[in-house]
């Protein structure tokens, strides 16, 4: 039987211990510290898209093309899968390799660049970990298929030993990649955004790789854990577990089928706040939301949370937003629910007015100083 969460002081993202606000003010500071080194390019002929700063990839203009850097890490989702595989006895450990590799991808793509390489990063607390040959197995092989599924190779990594850093039973995932953006008209960093741009929601796979620390404070509290039952009859833990969608066929595909693409946004960290993510003051005005899986209601349900802190830290069924001219829209839509069968939600309008975002049915407005991460 599930927990009465409503019944007591709602569990928020902060009081598990994440909070935005304390680490945006640090991210601020490493973003000035980091443009002051971007002269060192210039050894090598070539040059920093500066407008590149505070977006979720790195991009810097090499010979006629662009490139992108990210870096991204999975968080704490491979803690839920070590708990599930005492239920049900698979490790799990394939699908959060997705997840950790689409975290890194989907963060790359949004700038307009196709990934080339993928890096893994793999550190542990103790190098027995790896001696769990079936876990290992589903790691590795999860890994390879999510960077095909991404069109991308696999360079190669780091798995570091961090003794004394990293707890001895558990791994830290995370990685890099690189990718081109080619031809350059490609490039997509907020300046193509005008007043009248649609809004296109992408369908989320559920709760993705975000905000799985309040998720897993809440299964220590259920009676029955990761093993409770949600209202579709799936275990929370294996809702929970779900992979993440990997965005890359998708956007090219629209843009091989000359979609004017303004802007993208993974809705990740900080949920729908992501979608003022340009640094524009435009006002981005929902009129349509998804209806949101059941793994969020729970999580609401049992956390306490109203629907501000649900959609300021959560996809809310909306994994990816594409910014595009109201000409482009039914062709886009068309496009991804007949190539990709993916649920797309022409969902809001750009317009002129301060920076926020306004989500009508749910009479929310988040003011641009709840995404201050520039």
Avoid at 113 to 123: G, I, K, L, R, S
Avoid at 194 to 207: Q, T
Avoid at 272 to 288: E, G, P, Q, S, T
Wanted: charged letters at 25%; proline letters at 4%.
């Amino acid at each position: 039987m599930a927990g009465k969460g409503s019944e007591q002081e709602p569990q928020t993202y902060a009081s598990t211990g994440v909070n935005y606000e304390a680490m945006d003010p640090f991210k601020r500071l490493a973003q000035l510290k980091a443009r002051e080194t971007s002269s060192n390019l210039r050894r090598f002929g070539m040059f920093e898209i500066e407008a590149s700063r505070g977006e979720s990839a790195y991009v810097w203009r090499e010979g006629d093309s662009y490139r992108a850097f990210v870096i991204e890490g999975l968080g704490t989702k491979n803690l839920v899968a070590d708990e599930m595989r005492k239920i049900t006895g698979k490790t799990y450990y394939d699908q959060i390799a997705q997840d950790t590799v689409a975290m890194i991808v989907n963060d790359l793509i949004v700038v307009g660049a196709d990934p080339q390489v993928v890096n893994a990063y793999f550190a542990v607390g103790d190098s027995d970990w790896f001696s769990d040959e079936e876990r290992s197995k589903d790691l590795v092989e999860g890994w390879q298929r999510a960077c095909n599924l991404a069109g991308a190779v696999w360079g190669g990594g780091e798995t570091p030993t961090l003794k004394g850093i990293i707890s001895p039973d558990t791994i830290d995932l995370s990685g890099s990649a690189i990718g081109l953006i080619e031809p350059k008209e490609r490039l997509t960093l907020g300046e193509k955004i005008v007043p009248g741009d649609a809004i296109l929601l992408i369908e989320s796979s559920g709760i993705h790789a975000n905000g799985l620390t309040l998720a897993r404070t809440i299964a220590e509290k259920l009676p029955d854990g990761y093993a409770t039952e949600l209202s579709d009859g799936i275990m929370y833990g294996e809702a929970l577990l779900t992979p993440t969608h990997i965005y890359r066929k998708l956007i090219s595909y629209l843009f091989h089928e000359k979609i004017d693409i303004h802007y993208m946004v993974n809705i990740t960290g900080h949920g729908w706040r992501k979608l003022m993510r340009a640094a524009r003051d435009f006002a981005y005005v929902i009129n349509r939301v998804p209806t949101p899986q059941p793994i969020f209601e729970f999580i609401q349900q049992q956390s306490g949370n109203d629907d501000s802190e649900m959609y300021g830290n959560f996809n809310m069924g909306a994994g990816f937003a594409i910014f595009l001219p109201q000409k482009d829209v039914d062709t886009a839509i068309e496009i991804v629910r007949d190539n990709h069968f993916m649920d797309t939600l022409n969902a809001g309008v750009v317009q002129e007015g301060p920076r926020q975002v306004i989500i009508q049915p749910k009479n929310l407005v988040f003011s641009g100083e709840t995404l201050d991460v520039r």
